[in-house]
């Protein structure tokens, strides 16, 4: 009976792909492992087992599958639901999550780059095939389709898999960080001399071959050979930084005195720590960890809406041991980061090495061990980590705590699947029967009105940790003080001046916050006007000048600073507008000697750079951090006193439909930075519009009213939580089939869903790296069928591909835009 095997490719294709196994492999493969299979005229992939059938699909060519990778599956049944549940309800298809969910490592494809393992060395006499990969690769590395050319062979990827479990050959990332197995050679007495007369008879042996005996002597100190309960491996480094003849080794090994192994040696740094118990909780605390725990017995859901500084953190501490305690695994997603390091080190204090951390500024090879170490069930218990790590293969999660709830950034946009890491976060818990805890001082409308409708539960916790008061929000007015002349250098209040001034005299810290990086957001001509902008996107360049660049902050896009005005050619060009750059440059200048860092995007490229100005300014060697959103959330200083939000207005007048909720976090949560400890904080907020009911409701910390606010807003304007959107963005390199795709998909769609849509409009950028885009929006009724909708969606989105006027354009769809 022949087996077929249904594969899920990493490909944005529909479906899945059906292979024949052959005969010989047959009973090796499992639903999860992966095999290689041929695509295309002469690609090869690694797919993903997704079933094993008997039948076979009709009138389709099958071709066979070339290997299989895996001993046992590297993807739990239990996942791939989980995939299934993505791809549908985000509108992609599962090999795109397949891509996203994966690390790379483990994803071989024909355009995979392997390159050799400088430091590596055979123990084995090396076959010849293995051999002559080396030499293929010894000048330079190749991919995995060159060398199926270079070595003749049809398919080179399960040779190139055998080799690197070996050690010998890496995959290539583009950060070039090479991949690298880190297995370690070990060195231990064959069995028959474990015993004391064996091994006092082999001494006698070695009488003659000094060196031998040396290296036995050796060998017998490191390993505490004599005391029983506390001997250790030992590795062929330690072996021969003690100075041994590795002569001697190598003839020992071939008498079989000693013989060889390897160990994978876990590649995430163990720093080495001391295991602290978690702190007591206040009385407050406890009463909040205690509804948390009651309301957990009714609800699948619960919102901890606790004000900034109140010891969410601390609390997410003690749910955690208790997980543990049940033997069940913790996922904890933070939306950023940025975030982590703080985090880590205190879950690290507690959990040690139960503790695993899991975002994409590790390298590939870190994310693999993760992975596996999850898969074998070994150490990691806790997971900290980023919106990707709703795909680790968990094995018993019982609890997922998704801190800073309302961070936009949990959202994935580019590329699909386009997820939101805290809902899909939701539906994977409950797959595995799991409690999810959403914290937040500023909770998102969606979140906060399920908590107050009794879907979730909702625990709040309005004081800080030992009753330090909020911090005293004070506003700015910039019209008047620019009526009156008194903005200090164009940019700073006299009010922001003045607390910054007091705060340095005390010692104290200072954050000041602006939310766009680079010296300023455009430059423009005095003479005429004209203001540079991007070739490919439909956005003005930001001037850097650090680099005396201008930059486009979608695309990259970067060109040295015309000396003329590229319209009128008179050199009045002048920055306009303020970014962190311009901030940091001025307040140095207007206080001498202070140390004054900045950190953002720019600066934040490298995770030491990050870490290292965030250890700067915990420990005070820094006196004025200047910072975007980064700087915004979850830190935790003790030192910071004064908080300075210099552009209110910027926020308040962002073209969304979110743009009041937005502001009122951000602002909440920078203000929340002061004051944390000790003495009760101070924030000055800048804005021409001192009466805004958003800042009036910062000013108060009024989340209710903010809640209230808006929520009559969204009903009134069918938005979030009354309604669900879908936005469907058309986008091509041309204009013209762009308009015309756009207007007959909204024709379509208009036929099927009435009112419920609008559009095509242009979105706030119309064009991206040289595509035009259009949007068209569609509002569904929360108890309409979303099922429904989608189904006729995808039917008239396939309906406008096919005409022929749109060959050129392609459509996304996002549902549950951010
Ligand atoms: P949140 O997460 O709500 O912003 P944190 O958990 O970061 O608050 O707590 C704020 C500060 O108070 C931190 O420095 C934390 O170490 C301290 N803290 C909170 N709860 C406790 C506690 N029970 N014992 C000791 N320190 C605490
Ligand atoms: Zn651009």
């Known amino acids: 009976m022949t087996t077929y095997i249904e594969t899920i490719l990493p490909l944005p294709l529909g479906g899945t792909f059906t292979y024949i196994l052959p005969e010989e492999m047959a009973g090796e493969v499992k639903v999860g492992m992966r095999v290689i299979v041929p695509f295309g005229r002469s690609k090869f992939y690694t797919a993903l087992v997704y079933g094993v059938r008997f039948t076979p699909p009709e009138n389709v060519e099958l071709k066979e599958v070339i290997g299989v990778l895996d001993a046992s599956p590297i993807v739990r049944p239990q996942q791939i639901k989980f995939w299934e549940w993505i791809a549908s309800y985000y509108q992609c298809t599962l090999g795109e999550v397949f891509k996203a969910a994966v690390p790379s490592g483990l994803k071989l494809e024909s355009e995979t780059t392997i390159s050799l393992v400088e430091d590596f060395e055979a123990e084995a006499p090396l076959k010849e095939r293995e051999q002559l ?370 705060a340095l005299e005390r010692k104290e810290q200072v954050i000041l916050f602006q939310n766009r990086r680079g010296f300023s957001p455009f430059m423009m001509c005095r003479t005429c006007g004209c203001v540079p902008r991007c070739q490919n996107c439909d956005i003005s360049l930001t001037y850097h000048k650090s680099t005396h660049q201008l930059v486009c902050h979608y695309c990259g896009y970067t060109m040295n600073v015309p000396t003329l005005c590229p319209a009128c050619e008179t050199p009045e060009l002048e920055p306009r507008g303020f970014g962190t750059e311009k901030i940091e440059e001025e307040i140095a200048e207007i206080f001498p000697g202070v140390r004054v860092v900045r950190l953002d995007l720019d600066v934040a490229k490298s995770r030491k750079n990050y870490e290292k100005i965030i250890h700067d300014f915990e420990e005070g060697a820094i006196d004025i951090l200047v910072g975007t959103q980064i700087i915004s959330k979850g830190l935790d200083f003790e030192r910071v006193r004064v908080v300075g939000i210099l552009d209110a207005d910027s926020l308040l007048n962002y073209p969304d439909f979110r743009a009041f909720e937005r502001a009122y976090q951000m602002m909440a949560q920078v203000s929340g930075r002061a004051g944390r400890k000790n003495n009760r904080g101070i924030v000055v907020i800048q804005t021409s519009e001192p009466d805004h009911p958003v800042i009036r409701q910062v000013r108060n910390n009024d989340y209710t009213s903010m809640f209230n606010v808006q929520m009559n807003d969204r009903a009134a304007f069918k938005y979030p939580p009354y309604y669900r959107l879908i936005y469907i963005y058309i986008k091509g390199k041309e204009y013209a089939p762009v308009y015309s795709a756009a207007n007959y998909l909204a024709t379509l769609m208009r036929q099927s869903f009435g009112d419920r849509v609008y559009g095509p409009d242009k979105p706030v950028v119309a064009r991206i790296q040289n595509l035009y885009i259009l949007k068209v929006m569609l509002k569904v009724e929360l108890r309409a069928s979303v099922e429904k909708a989608k189904a006729v969606l995808r039917e008239l989105t396939n309906l406008t591909l096919a005409h022929p006027a749109h060959k050129s354009v392609y459509i996304q769809v996002d549902v549950d835009p951010m």
Request: contains cysteine.
């Open 133 to 502: 990969l080396l030499d293929c690769l010894s000048a330079k590395e190749h991919t995995v389709a060159e060398l199926n050319k270079l070595m003749g062979m049809k398919n080179v990827l399960p040779l190139v898999k055998r080799m690197m479990d070996m050690g010998a050959v890496s995959v290539s990332e583009e950060l070039k960080a090479k991949y690298k197995p880190k297995m370690e050679t070990y060195v231990r007495l064959s069995p028959e001399y474990m015993e004391e007369a064996k091994l006092s008879a082999l001494f006698d042996a070695l009488e003659r071959a000094k060196k031998q005996s040396e290296l036995l002597m050796i060998y017998i100190q490191l390993s505490c050979f004599m005391q029983p309960q506390r001997r250790k491996e030992v590795s062929k480094k330690a072996l021969l930084d003690a100075k041994v003849s590795p002569a001697a080794l190598t003839a020992m090994v071939e008498k079989g005195i000693f013989e060889l192994y390897k160990k994978d040696v876990d590649r995430i740094e163990e720093a080495p720590y001391e295991s602290a118990l978690t702190h007591p909780l206040s009385d407050v605390q406890q009463r909040a960890y205690e509804e948390i725990k009651e309301s957990f017995t009714s609800k699948d859901v619960v919102l901890l809406h606790g004000v900034t500084s109140s010891g969410k953190t601390e609390i997410y501490i003690h749910l955690i041991e208790e997980t543990l305690k049940l033997g069940r695994q913790v996922l904890f997603l933070l939306p950023e980061i940025a975030l982590t390091t703080q985090i880590t080190n205190r879950l690290r204090r507690v959990f040690g090495n139960q503790l695993g951390v899991y975002h994409s500024k590790f390298t590939d090879n870190e994310r693999v061990e993760i992975w596996k170490n999850l898969l074998e069930d070994k150490s990691y218990k806790v997971i900290l980590g980023v919106r990707s790590s709703v795909f680790l293969p968990f094995k018993n999660l019982g609890l997922v705590i998704v801190d800073e709830e309302h961070e936009n950034t949990y959202k994935q946009f580019d590329p699909a699947p386009r997820y939101h890491a805290r809902n899909a976060a939701i539906v994977l818990a409950k797959m595995s029967e799991a409690k999810v805890l959403l914290g937040s001082a500023t909770p998102s409308l969606e979140s906060y009105e399920c908590a107050r409708s009794g879907k979730f539960g909702l625990v709040e916790l309005m004081t800080r940790y030992e009753g330090i008061e909020l911090p005293d929000v004070m506003v700015a007015d910039v019209k008047e003080a620019r009526r009156k002349k008194e903005m200090v250098r164009g940019v700073f209040s006299p009010m922001l001046i003045e607390q910054v001034r007091k």
